[in-house]
């Protein structure tokens, strides 16, 4: 029964006057009289509750409106300005301030391998880990190695981050602002070879097309000595690998859950990054401290940086001495309509049409098969 029909019954029940008949059966006999078994006693009457035929309709009415109650669903509107909005525009700047640097720091390390002095007039400089831990061959390879897994794992992670656009601009500004802290060091103090065992390319000189022609081989290796891109030295003050394994792994791990499955996962990307910068280390590519200042400005600039975006009221704080870094008015614009903290969820990549997922069999709901009956 509808509910309409429910409330037309009602209104008949409202308007209709009903009369409680009462018949007094008294005894004519003289004398005491005793009440009947079938006869409740006034204090049984008193106790017991209103069960009038009205009292049972408006009950029942109640039961059947609740049972035959029209689901009407309200579309609440969205507000017009999203907390986290995605700005691919920005992401796309970001990617490309991002290219860039890595394109000059290229130019740069192709300019500075000019000016490495010989290994033979110039060894290299004492460094107390290599006084102590051997040179190992194969080690470099294994920082190579860790590096591309964990750069893979963070790429698959990143595209399924729901809000990948805002994450992706966060970690291509940082990328590159690495590699212009490390363009800008390697460039004002050029250190000598940090091993003997180290074969660096032949100078050019003046030839600019030779020059040019390394920086394309560079850039389309990775920089990566197992492509055999990276024959050029000089490019030590900071490590560019611990950049890149220290980076990977510090949005992996601040962009993922935190349950079980997930810190196990985090273990094993701690362990590819603390193993890749071990053996660079150990294959003596490295100065000691090239790998300590690249994991210092890494990590503190990471830190700083998702600081003054997690927190909204450090932004506008006249207390906060971060907003004086160069670089707050790059941030400001990246992260100028960024409202809250961006959690870790995920969604598809591609987006799927709707279409896809409608159910082709006829919808049946609840208030049509109680009307059809």
Same mark, same amino acid.
């Given at each position: 029964m509808a509910a309409s029909q429910l409330l037309d019954e009602q209104d008949d029940i409202d308007s209709g006057d009903f009369h409680v008949m009462v018949e007094d059966r008294t005894c004519p006999q003289i004398g005491r009289t005793h009440p009947s078994p079938d006869t409740p006693s006034s204090g049984q009457v008193a106790d017991k509750p209103n069960d009038s035929k009205p009292t049972r309709l408006a009950r029942g009415f109640r039961k059947?409106?609740?049972?035959?109650?029209d689901y009407i669903r309200i579309t609440i509107p969205k507000s017009s300005v999203s907390r986290l909005p995605s700005e691919w525009w920005k992401t796309g700047i970001a990617f490309i301030w991002a290219g860039f640097n890595l394109i000059l720091t290229t130019v740069m390390i192709t300019i500075i391998h000019e000016r490495v002095p010989d290994k033979s007039v110039n060894p290299p400089l004492p460094d107390k880990f290599f006084d102590y831990v051997p040179r190992m061959e194969w080690a470099f390879s294994v920082t190579e190695v860790n590096g591309m897994i964990l750069v893979a794992l963070w790429f698959i992670q990143w595209l399924f981050l729901k809000h990948r656009a805002i994450v992706g601009r966060r970690f291509f500004f940082l990328q590159g602002m690495?590699?212009?802290?490390?363009?800008?060091? !390697?460039?004002?103090?050029?250190?000598?070879?940090?091993?003997?065992? !180290?074969?660096?390319?032949?100078?050019?000189?003046?030839?600019?097309?030779?020059?040019?022609? $390394?920086?394309?081989?560079?850039?389309?290796?990775? *920089?990566?000595?197992?492509?055999?891109?990276?024959?050029?030295?000089?490019d030590f003050l900071y490590? *560019?690998?611990?950049?890149?394994?220290?980076?990977?792994?510090?949005?992996?791990?601040?962009?993922?859950?935190?349950?079980?499955?997930? $810190?196990?996962y985090h273990v094993i990307c701690w362990l590819l990054s603390a193993?890749?910068?071990?053996?660079?280390?150990?294959?003596?590519?490295?100065?000691?401290?090239?790998?300590?200042?690249?994991?210092?400005?890494?990590?503190?600039?990471?830190?700083?940086y998702h600081t003054m975006a997690n927190n909204q009221a450090l932004r506008g704080s006249p207390h906060n001495y971060l907003n004086r870094t160069w670089w707050n008015l790059v941030f400001n614009f990246l992260e100028k309509n960024v409202k809250t903290t961006v959690p870790c969820t995920f969604s598809r990549p591609v987006s799927l049409p709707s279409a896809c997922f409608k159910n082709p069999c006829k919808s049946y709901s609840k208030v049509q098969s109680t009307r059809d009956e």
């Amino acid at each position: 029964m509808a509910a309409s029909q429910l409330l037309d019954e009602q209104d008949d029940i409202d308007s209709g006057d009903f009369h409680v008949m009462v018949e007094d059966r008294t005894c004519p006999q003289i004398g005491r009289t005793h009440p009947s078994p079938d006869t409740p006693s006034s204090g049984q009457v008193a106790d017991k509750p209103n069960d009038s035929k009205p009292t049972r309709l408006a009950r029942g009415f109640r039961k059947a409106l609740r049972k035959n109650q029209d689901y009407i669903r309200i579309t609440i509107p969205k507000s017009s300005v999203s907390r986290l909005p995605s700005e691919w525009w920005k992401t796309g700047i970001a990617f490309i301030w991002a290219g860039f640097n890595l394109i000059l720091t290229t130019v740069m390390i192709t300019i500075i391998h000019e000016r490495v002095p010989d290994k033979s007039v110039n060894p290299p400089l004492p460094d107390k880990f290599f006084d102590y831990v051997p040179r190992m061959e194969w080690a470099f390879s294994v920082t190579e190695v860790n590096g591309m897994i964990l750069v893979a794992l963070w790429f698959i992670q990143w595209l399924f981050l729901k809000h990948r656009a805002i994450v992706g601009r966060r970690f291509f500004f940082l990328q590159g602002m690495l590699y212009l802290y490390r363009m800008v060091t !390697m460039y004002i103090t050029t250190l000598p070879v940090p091993s003997m065992h !180290m074969d660096c390319a032949p100078k050019l000189y003046g030839d600019s097309h030779g020059k040019i022609k $390394r920086v394309l081989q560079l850039v389309s290796g990775g *920089g990566l000595s197992i492509t055999g891109s990276h024959l050029m030295c000089g490019d030590f003050l900071y490590s *560019g690998h611990t950049v890149m394994l220290t980076l990977t792994f510090l949005f992996i791990h601040e962009y993922s859950p935190r349950s079980l499955f997930w $810190r196990c996962y985090h273990v094993i990307c701690w362990l590819l990054s603390a193993v890749g910068v071990v053996c660079i280390l150990i294959a003596h590519e490295h100065y000691s401290v090239d790998v300590v200042v690249a994991y210092f400005i890494t990590s503190r600039l990471f830190y700083w940086y998702h600081t003054m975006a997690n927190n909204q009221a450090l932004r506008g704080s006249p207390h906060n001495y971060l907003n004086r870094t160069w670089w707050n008015l790059v941030f400001n614009f990246l992260e100028k309509n960024v409202k809250t903290t961006v959690p870790c969820t995920f969604s598809r990549p591609v987006s799927l049409p709707s279409a896809c997922f409608k159910n082709p069999c006829k919808s049946y709901s609840k208030v049509q098969s109680t009307r059809d009956e």
